[in-house]
């Protein structure tokens, strides 16, 4: 956070450099603690510049230049959706910041972030993430603007853009760009997207798919009657066509089943979907919702191929979604050595967003659930990520032994739906083919394992933990799923 504190642990520099417009709290419920906390584990010097003042490049060179990148966020939420209500009117209170003050983030605060930061140090890498930069990786309707505005990248003029949670491309990229590695060229990271030259492909072997082929925008002609009569072709039967080549002529080799899975699985992962470009989406209401369906249906990880846009000249490219984390990883993110409160900067100041989950214990991510309204699912995925018992009951009893404040009562123990914890797909060969957007409508899938047995039993060993009085509810839980128990 200051000069002062890198003198004080012997850092001459920080190796990489996180600029979040959220007060900094360290708590694993906070982006930014989390991928601290993270790179911190991984052996890299991390620093942190929180709510920086975006009028001018100054406050963004108060640690120094980073060795590696700067890391930047919005913050836990879209800076738009932070800063303004439904109506479009200033919010009188940021519930991210000391006291609740109100605009210390800047409107697009991905963007403006990431062109002060590069004013500040301009050959140093931008890397960019959090829930804005995730959910404006493509083109995208702007309800603040009234219209659909074009894919961050362009406008952050950033290296690269990590969507999701994103810790395993976070650590693979960090390692390699301390072992040399130009980040122009790192291009094979899952859960990435970056600005790429108009038809640029990995390699040669690559081929393109038209988004059409994914599904078909608009109106969907009359299907032709399969028992109609094909009018007669008038043309004469060729008769004096000289035979095939010896040499052309190839013998027909039977692939077994297992060979031609590996080959349209390989071709398959060789395959960019190119969704309608920037320029198209924009003025036309049935291609946008066209590229909106496709980018949904590539979105499992099982299965989802690159996708491209076209932005002018260029292009931005899509890696595919991140593979879920197991569960020893899960356990890993969660279990590091977090101090649970604010920065002492920030003395007594209240900060409601702390204040409200300070008690809480976060024990999966991501949610089947695929409501329209919603955006977990394109952020977290659609695959159940849990934590295991041990590490979320540990926890609890650090809240209880180390958290000033607490009375007993755990005020949340969830996460996007708490009911989902340990729920997932009976086959996981099903589960990699699967497209379906949701899980659960119109109708729960007749594949989805429902057993609440552990979770329960997660929450009455909760609350049998000396201490511990009550343990609530206070995140999504779904009443379809848990009548559907054994």
């Known amino acids: 956070m200051s000069r002062a504190e890198m003198d004080a642990l012997g850092w001459d520099s920080c190796d990489v450099i996180l600029v979040t417009g959220d007060a900094y709290i360290d708590h694993p419920s906070f982006g930014m603690a989390l991928v601290g906390r993270l790179l911190e584990a991984q052996g890299f010097r991390v620093g942190i510049i929180s709510q920086p003042d975006w009028l ?9 230049k980073p060795n590696l990148y700067f890391g930047i966020t919005a913050g836990n939420m879209d800076s ?3 800063r303004y209500t439904a109506d479009r009117k200033i919010r009188s209170d940021d519930a991210y910041t000391a006291n609740a003050e109100p605009n210390k983030r800047p409107d697009r605060a991905v963007t403006v972030y990431a062109q002060r930061a590069r004013e500040a140090y301009a050959d140093t890498a931008i890397v960019i993430g959090s829930i804005e930069a995730s959910l404006r990786r493509i083109a995208h309707y ?13 406008d952050s003029k950033a290296d690269i853009l990590l969507f999701g949670n994103a810790e395993r491309a976070l650590v693979d990229l960090t390692h390699r760009l301390a072992a040399g590695e130009d980040i122009k060229t790192i291009r094979d990271l899952r859960g990435t997207a970056f600005m790429a030259p108009a038809g640029w492909l990995p390699a040669e072997d690559w081929s393109v798919a038209n988004s059409t082929r994914v599904d078909v925008p608009g109106k969907v002609d009359v299907h032709h009657d399969p028992y109609a009569m094909a009018k007669e072709d008038k043309t004469a039967c060729a008769t004096d066509n000289a035979a095939t080549a010896p040499d052309v ?3 027909i080799r039977i692939m077994s089943r297992e060979e031609r899975q590996a080959q349209a699985k390989e071709q398959h992962d060789k395959t960019v979907v190119r969704l309608p470009a920037y320029d198209v989406v924009k003025d036309d209401p049935v291609m946008y919702a066209h590229a909106s369906r496709v980018f949904h249906l590539e979105s499992n990880p099982g299965n989802a191929r690159a996708m491209v846009q076209a932005h002018g000249e260029r292009d931005v490219w899509i890696n595919p979604p991140p593979l879920p984390l197991a569960m020893d990883e899960m356990d890993g993110v969660y279990d590091m050595n977090y101090a649970r409160a604010p920065h002492p900067s ?3 100041a209240h900060i409601p967003a702390w204040e409200m989950i300070r008690f809480s214990v976060n024990i999966m991510r991501g949610c089947f659930g695929g409501c329209t309204f919603c955006s977990i699912t ?9 934590r295991s ?9 650090h809240i209880r032994d180390k958290t000033k404040g607490f009375t007993g009562t755990i005020s949340d123990m969830g996460g996007p739906t708490a009911n989902m914890y340990r729920l997932a797909c009976k086959d996981k060969k099903i589960e990699e083919s699967c497209r379906r957007l949701s899980c659960v409508y119109p109708s729960i899938c007749v594949n989805l394992g429902t057993d609440h047995s552990k979770l329960i039993s997660l929450y009455r060993k909760a609350r049998a933990i000396p201490g511990i009085k009550k343990v609530l509810i206070s995140s999504g839980l779904r ?8």
């Not at 018992?389 to 009893?397: D, F, G, H, K, V």
């Open 346 to 348: 920030y003395g007594k």
């Open 80 to 82: 738009m959706v932070n």
């Open 389 to 397: 018992e041990p590490s979320i009951l540990r926890e609890i009893e």
């Open 142 to 154: 702007d309800y603040w603007s009234d219209k659909v505005r074009r894919s961050v990248l362009p």
């Open 56 to 64: 001018t490049a100054d406050a963004f060179r108060a640690l120094g």
């Open 249 to 251: 002529i190839k013998p």
């Open 479 to 486: 009443y379809d799923l848990a009548v559907r128990s054994p």
């Open 378 to 386: 394109e952020h977290e995925g659609r695959i159940i990520q849990s």
